[in-house]
């Protein structure tokens, strides 16, 4: 049983989905306060500020042997936003963030995004990756990750999906089978 039950990661839910070039067009990584990322989209939701910051699902055996499960952020410390000057104000104000990067190639980010999204959807177990990963380009060619394209690497005799985040030079992993990637 979650100690808290998950809470909704992305608002609205067709923020990913929305075409380029509205006027609330700009995006903004707002980097958070130690462990402020879930505060922060909880104060955001009810002021109708559109954002993202994946979360993901980590089980852990407590000291008394129960497994107990919580969901984090997979990007420590970081939310984004979309909105405008107004919205990004109202944002800072809410008292969760440190400081407040804007996003200059809106269209990559809004990619990455969404492959991260649809990694995080699939419900395989998503792990962090702090830093690029040296590895050949491919694309999942079957299953529920179907036209994902990333890096792949090999450790330990598994093969590793990540998909990065080029605005912040991090992203996610995902073990796949070596039977459903292509390599490009």
């Known amino acids: 049983m979650p100690i808290l039950a998950k809470e909704p990661d992305i608002f609205p839910d067709s923020l990913l989905d929305q075409p380029a070039g509205t006027p609330d067009d700009s995006w903004f990584a707002m980097y958070t306060l130690a462990r ?19 979360l993901i699902q980590q089980r852990k055996r407590s000291p008394q042997g129960r497994i107990r499960t919580s969901y984090v952020p997979l990007f420590t410390g970081y939310v984004f936003i979309r909105g405008d000057e107004v ?23 809004i990619e990455d995004l969404r492959r991260i999204r649809q990694l995080v959807l699939t419900g395989a177990e998503v792990r962090p990756e702090p830093k690029p990963l040296v590895g050949r380009t491919a694309v999942v060619k079957s299953g529920a990750m179907k036209g994902l394209k990333g890096t792949v690497t090999k450790t330990l005799s598994q093969h590793r999906l990540t998909v990065m985040v080029n605005f912040m030079q991090q992203g996610a992993s995902v073990i796949v089978d070596e039977a459903d990637v292509e390599l490009l």
Not at 36 to 54: C, D, F, S, T, V
Not at 96 to 106: D, F, Y
């Open 36 to 54: 402020q990322e879930k505060e922060l989209m909880r104060k955001l939701r009810p002021l109708n500020i559109a954002h993202y910051g994946p």
């Open 87 to 109: 919205a990004r104000h109202n944002a800072v104000s809410t008292g969760c963030i440190s400081r407040c990067l804007p996003v200059t190639e809106h269209e990559e980010l």
